[in-house]
């Protein structure tokens, strides 16, 4: 058994489920067949939840990233960057490491205390 990812023609995720690679084929055999009749395309990608492959473990709303070959979660705030290395998003000024909880504030793209 494993994690697979389903992706549209947007290479986004709409679905993420837990099957064998038996039933995935199957899956992929009934698409073909459907996408040929209705122009419907998805498929289906492996994902692991510890990210151990395609950097990050797929959520519905996930992008994939081919030439990546990653799972990229949702952007958080206009302001952040992507991680090449981890696929990640990341804030444009390091969290705080004073131990204090703080929360992200976009107007001014800076960590505010809570």
């Known amino acids: 058994m494993g994690y697979f990812a389903k992706i549209n023609k947007r290479n ?3 679905e993420v489920i837990v099957a064998d690679q038996e ?14 009749q209705e122009a419907v395309y998805d498929t289906w990608i492996e994902t692991k939840m ?3 492959v395609r950097k990050n473990y ?11 070959d990653a ?15 981890t696929c990640q998003w990341e804030a444009p000024v390091d969290y705080p490491s004073d ?5 992200w504030d976009e107007n001014t793209t800076n960590w505010v205390e809570v």
Not at 73 to 85: H, M, R, T
Request: hydrophobic share 35%; proline share 6%.
């Open 71 to 85: 799972f990229i979660p949702p952007k958080p705030f206009n302001s952040w960057v992507l991680n090449d290395d």
């Open 50 to 52: 510890d990210g151990s």
């Open 23 to 36: 039933h995935i084929d199957k899956i992929k055999v009934v698409s073909e067949a459907v996408e040929a």
């Open 99 to 103: 131990g204090k909880d703080y929360r």
């Open 12 to 14: 986004n995720v709409t």
């Open 58 to 68: 797929a959520g519905v709303g996930y992008h994939y990233d081919e030439a990546k």
